[in-house]
């Protein structure tokens, strides 16, 4: 499992131009499930989510996570898993089939709700998504389970 997380100011999504998720001051996080990714990867993403120290204390260092009233902006992006190895047109072959990352995704929703408490404001599975952000520092993350677990 692959995400990649942004600090924002602010976000957004929109579906067939209808805004269906924002928030402010925030993280914006896309989600790329991989084959033969399991409980334990979205469980470890959760808690590098739910714990990552990005925002700046009265010191001006990262060592604040996210307050539990803000809302996390999650986005699934199976182009995470695109390879540019070889040629110039992406290699998907890593990512899951979209009916098991879907199961995935909404587990990975449900255990940041549930079990850390987590507002979430989501873009939808598989659609075409306008996404819109404000990114602050920039202060962009990436996180792979691969090698970890």
Known sequence: MRIVIQRILSGSIKVEEKTIAQTQKSLAVFVGIEKDDEEKDLKLIAKKIDGLRVFEDDAGKMSLSLEPELPLLLIPQFTLLGSLNKGFRPDFTKAEAPS?????????????????????????????MKVSLEIDGPVTLIFDTRGVL
Do not use: C, P
Request: charged share 35%.
């Open 100 to 128: 098991t990352a879907k199961a995935m995704y909404e587990q990975l929703l449900d255990v940041l709700k549930n079990e850390y408490k987590r507002k979430i404001e989501t873009g939808w599975f598989a659609a075409d």
